[in-house]
C-alpha cells in the first residue's frame, strides 16, 4: 500500500488536471492518475466559453491558451438550402464578461498548459501509465487500485477525484448509477484544411446548419475545421478505407468540388445524454464526463467537465484546511449536478432537436423563432447568457 498525502485524482485529461491545479494552487498535496504514458491528444471538444476563460484565468493559464486560439465573438444558425437563418453577437455580452467570445481552439492546448503549471508545483505530481481500476473507502481514507507498469498498485489517500471519462472505472466501483439516453444515431466528426469561407461567404468561426436530410456544424479552430454530421445507422460501424468514402461524400454534398477533400481526421462516436445518480459517494467525487455526457451541439460538455473541476477544487480545499465541513462537499455534488440536468443536458438535447428537425412546418417554426430572438435586443441577450453558459453559472451563484 502507497500512502499518498492528500487527494487522487484518477485521469489526467483536462477535467482531472484542471482539479489537481486548483486543489494544488490552494496548498492542497494531489496525485494525478492517468492511463496513457502520455497526455492523450483528444479530438472531442475545441470550444471555451466564457465563464470557462473567467475559471481558467484564476489558474493562470487563460491567456495562453487565448494567444493559441481563434476568437468567435458571433454565433451563426444557417439553413442548408436558404443560408443564415439568424446570427448572434457575443459582444452583446460586454458587461457581463471581460471574456465577451467563445474561444475556438483544440482541448489538447489547455491539457499542454495545465499539466505545465503543475509540474511547476512541489505538492503536485502527475503519475502517467497508471490506471485506476477500482476504489474503495475507508472511515478516513480512500483506496485507489491502479494497473501500473510495474504491475497492481494501491494508493491511499484523504479523498478522491473520479474525472476518468465517460467509462469511468471510478464510478463503475462506485456502484453509481448513469441514468439518460443513447441516441440511435452516431456522430462523424472530422477535421478538414479545406478553405470554406472562400465558398461559403460571412461564414462565422461557429456554424450550425441545419437541414432535413442531413444537418452539419462547421467549427473553425486555428488552421482547419472541425465538421460534424450525423452518422447514418448503415455507416455506425465503418473503418478504415470504408469511413474515408464515407467522409468524401458527406464533403461533397456541402460543397461539390469534384476532388477529394484534405481530411486530417475522421471517425464515429456514440452519442449520450446521460447524467451520474449522485456526483459523491463518501470521500469519492465526480467531475466531467464520469458525472455527466450530453452531445457536442454547443459546446458544453468539456466546459461543463471544467465548471465541475473548479467547482469542486475550490470547496475540497476549503474542507481539506479545515475552513468548512464535509457538508460543502454535498453541495459541490447537489449544485453541479442540478446544473447538469437542467442546463447542460438540457440545452444540448434542445440543440439535436432543432438542428436535425426533419418536419417542414417545425423547422419553419423553429427558424421563425430564431430570427425573431436575433432580432430583438433583449432576447437576444438572454439567448447569448444561455448559449454562454453564463446563465448556468448564475443560476447556483445567487447574481
Do not use: C
Amino acid at each position: 500500500m502507497n500512502s499518498v498525502e492528500g487527494v487522487l485524482v484518477a485521469g489526467g485529461g483536462v477535467v482531472g488536471l484542471t482539479a489537481a491545479l486548483s486543489l494544488a494552487q490552494r496548498g492542497v498535496p494531489v496525485t494525478v492518475f492517468e492511463a496513457e504514458s502520455e497526455l492523450v491528444k483528444e479530438y472531442r471538444a475545441s470550444t471555451f466559453h466564457p465563464p470557462t476563460l473567467e475559471m481558467l484565468d484564476d489558474l493562470g493559464v487563460a491567456e495562453e491558451l487565448i494567444s493559441k486560439g481563434l476568437v468567435a465573438d458571433r454565433v451563426q444558425y444557417r439553413d442548408r438550402t436558404e443560408g443564415m437563418i439568424a446570427e448572434f453577437d457575443l459582444g452583446l455580452l460586454k458587461n457581463d464578461t471581460p471574456y465577451p467570445f467563445r474561444l475556438q481552439v483544440e482541448q489538447y492546448a489547455l491539457a499542454l498548459l495545465l499539466l505545465e503549471k503543475l509540474q511547476q508545483l512541489p505538492n503536485a505530481e502527475v503519475l502517467f501509465t497508471h490506471r485506476v481500476t477500482d476504489v474503495s473507502q475507508e472511515n478516513d481514507s480512500v483506496i485507489a487500485t491502479a494497473e501500473t507498469a510495474h504491475g497492481v498498485q494501491q494508493y491511499q489517500g484523504s479523498y478522491l477525484v473520479g474525472a476518468d471519462g465517460g467509462q469511468s472505472a471510478v464510478r463503475h466501483a462506485l456502484d453509481i448509477g448513469f441514468e439518460g439516453l443513447t441516441y440511435p444515431e452516431r456522430y462523424l466528426v472530422t477535421f478538414t484544411t479545406f478553405d470554406f469561407d472562400a465558398h461559403m461567404p460571412d461564414l462565422t468561426h461557429v456554424n450550425y446548419v441545419s437541414d432535413p436530410e442531413e444537418w452539419f456544424v462547421l467549427l473553425r479552430s486555428p488552421g482547419l475545421w472541425r465538421v460534424l454530421f450525423p452518422a447514418r445507422p448503415e455507416d455506425a460501424e465503418a473503418t478504415g478505407e470504408a469511413l474515408d468514402k464515407i467522409a468524401q461524400a458527406r464533403y461533397q454534398r456541402v460543397i461539390a468540388t469534384g476532388v477529394p477533400y484534405p481530411i486530417l481526421y475522421r471517425a464515429i462516436y456514440t452519442v449520450h445524454q446521460r447524467i451520474a445518480s449522485t456526483y459523491r459517494k463518501g470521500r469519492a467525487l465526480l467531475a466531467g464526463d464520469a458525472a455527466h455526457l450530453n452531445n457536442p451541439l454547443g459546446g458544453m460538455g468539456l466546459n461543463g467537465g471544467i465548471h465541475d473541476a473548479v467547482n469542486l477544487g475550490g470547496k475540497l480545499a476549503k474542507v481539506w484546511h479545515g475552513e468548512a465541513g464535509e457538508e460543502m462537499l454535498d453541495a459541490y455534488a447537489e449544485e453541479r449536478r442540478k446544473i447538469a440536468a437542467e442546463h447542460v443536458l438540457a440545452h444540448t438535447h434542445q440543440n439535436h432537436s432543432n438542428i436535425s428537425q426533419t418536419d417542414r412546418e417545425s423547422r419553419k417554426r423553429q427558424q421563425d423563432e430564431m430570427k425573431k430572438t436575433a432580432a430583438d435586443p433583449e432576447l437576444a441577450y438572454r439567448y447569448v447568457l444561455r448559449i454562454s453558459m453564463i446563465e448556468s453559472i448564475r443560476a447556483t451563484s445567487g447574481v
